[in-house]
């Protein structure tokens, strides 16, 4: 079991940026897909960003480039970097992994971390 410690959340103006990092407990290298989701009031939990263990990563529409993903397999850590944010990212963010053939729902979650974009 890993278990995924997220930190780097805060307030920001529209426009600014945070840098979101997932500290995790075990060897990283050899799970499939680790990512980061995004869960608003309201509103279901979704994808923001993947990258699987060869570093292919993969992005929600929303992201438009503003996002990057990225990890280090020997720190075992992975980090979301959001530029040019915007109100509509207000969410809490989660860390997640899991390995090919598991359902997402039944990957290793984070306890998440609060982003908030307001003037």
């Known amino acids: 079991q890993v278990q995924l410690v997220e930190s780097g959340g805060g307030l920001v103006q529209p426009g600014g940026s945070l840098r979101l990092s997932c500290a995790a407990s075990g060897s990283i290298s050899s799970i499939s897909f680790m990512g980061w989701y995004r869960q608003a009031p309201g509103k279901q939990r979704g994808l923001v960003a993947t990258?699987?263990?060869?570093?292919?990563?993969n992005y929600a529409d929303f992201v438009e480039g503003r996002f990057t993903i990225s990890k280090d397999n020997a720190k075992n850590w992975v980090s979301l970097q959001m530029n040019s944010l915007k109100p509509e990212d207000t969410a809490v963010y989660y860390c997640h992994g899991r390995y090919l053939y598991t359902p997402v729902r039944d990957g290793f979650w984070g306890q998440g971390t609060q982003v908030t974009v307001s003037s």
């Open positions: 990258i699987t263990n060869g570093g292919r990563t």
